[in-house]
């Protein structure tokens, strides 16, 4: 089955788009990446995505952006096809995670609602390929906590094998940073996943801040490699009530936000620190929450890192992440990128959107798509809604026949 992944994550920079071939083996799922793409949003759209995840707009903007976002995301499915080769009517689904912009969680980590918008009605129509989307809000149904999701990816692509000493933490680091630790060779209910905090959202605040928004991201950490981290401020807001909130628990931009931020940096300046001081301190506030959950949460000593995400192209940070690893979890813990380890599919930028492909693949195969163990739901559950395409009457026609290979 051949099928495209689409991801816009927390720090909404845009779209990811890859192209797969995902195949039953003998051991179980072959997954092989075709093509990749990435789409940029635009200022423009940018700022609708930020102001919508800040609670800004009315009924209208949030109902148009909806629309509008589904045809950017029907736009970068057309290019990562064009890019791989094939033509359209070689692909059977789409799986679009789309662009979060509520995630609305009460005290005590209960999750109430969550949105991700753009339409896949919209993008079934412009490429005539079948799409299933709005994978969260079926485990939040079910009492859980819509996310991580990709943690079924890990199970399949990532364990280590049996017998293996410790876990291997799969770290994402987008705005919001999540983490699966993986144990080999054991059940299910081993895998155990949840949001760790910040990840890249409050160093992009600092970074367009210190330069008048010339940089949106901070580039390998050079900003932050030139300040001063203050670890008293560290310690400080490690005190906030999600770190101790145990698993499974979920976070968003809605309180890892542009307020926080704000008032983040108004306590370095306090306390006499620069731009590029405060940039190095929320820095080091990601690796240390990345740590501290770790130290408090993985079911085992763990073994290795595997970093994925926009975050595991920052050296600085993830050298920072090792030294927090030494101090609070003791030992040197090795850390290597996701397309380093060897035979997974694709690499640090398309993975998110790998796992989306595959979430899809689950879906209109029924086929559940949640890790209870990392979610908190009550159940496996099937994720997702689905949009026929022009292609449905055939697909579906293939999955009864028993012809699909995939």
């Not at 949001?195 to 949106?216: E, K, R, S, V, Y």
């Not at 950490?221 to 300040?227: D, H, I, P, V």
């Amino acid at each position: 089955m051949r099928v495209v992944g689409l991801m816009s994550g927390t720090s909404a920079d845009g779209i990811d788009a890859v192209a797969a071939e995902i195949r039953s083996t003998e051991d179980g799922l072959g997954m092989r990446q075709l093509a990749f793409e990435h789409v940029a949003w635009s200022a423009e759209e940018k700022g609708a995505i930020e102001s919508l995840i800040a609670g800004g707009g009315d009924t209208r903007s949030l109902s148009r952006a909806g629309f509008q976002l589904g045809a950017r995301f029907a736009e970068a499915a057309l290019r990562v096809v064009r890019r791989s080769g094939l033509g359209l009517g070689a692909f059977d689904l789409i799986g679009s995670h789309g662009q979060t912009v509520w995630h609305e969680v009460e005290e005590g980590g209960v999750v109430q609602s969550t949105l991700q918008i753009g339409e896949a009605a919209v993008i079934a129509e412009r490429t005539g390929i079948t799409t299933v989307a709005d994978f969260r809000v079926a485990d939040v149904a079910a009492g859980g906590q819509g996310a991580p999701l990709i943690s079924i990816f890990d199970q399949y692509f990532l364990r280590p094998a049996a017998g293996s000493e410790g876990c291997r933490a799969v770290q994402n680091i987008g705005g919001i940073g999540n983490v699966t630790f993986l144990t080999g060779g054991e059940s299910e209910g081993a895998t155990l996943a949840f949001d760790t905090g910040p990840g890249n959202a409050l160093i992009d605040w600092a970074a367009a801040h210190a330069t008048d928004g010339a940089m949106q991201y901070d580039e390998d950490g050079r900003l932050a490699a030139q300040g001063r981290r203050e670890d008293s401020l560290v310690e400080r807001w490690l005190g906030h009530p999600f770190f101790q909130q145990k698993p499974p628990k979920s976070t968003g931009r809605e309180l890892f936000s542009g307020e926080m931020a704000a008032r983040f940096q108004q306590e370095a300046a306090d306390n006499g620190l620069s731009a590029a001081d405060f940039t190095a301190t929320v820095t080091e506030l990601t690796a240390a929450s990345i740590a501290e959950s770790y130290r408090r949460f993985a079911p085992k000593p763990v073994a290795e890192v595997v970093a994925c995400g926009g975050g595991a192209r920052n050296p600085f940070l993830l050298a920072r992440i090792g030294a927090q690893l030494r101090r609070r979890c003791g030992g040197n813990v090795p850390i290597v990128r996701y397309g380093e380890v060897e035979g997974v599919p694709g690499d640090e930028e398309s993975k998110e959107a790998l796992g989306f492909a595959l979430l899809a693949r689950l879906t209109i195969r029924g086929e559940s798509g949640n890790v209870p163990a990392c979610t908190g739901a009550k159940g496996a559950r099937v994720l997702g809604k689905i949009s026929p395409g022009r292609n449905f009457q055939a697909l579906v026609e293939r999955l009864q026949g028993n012809v699909d290979s995939g």
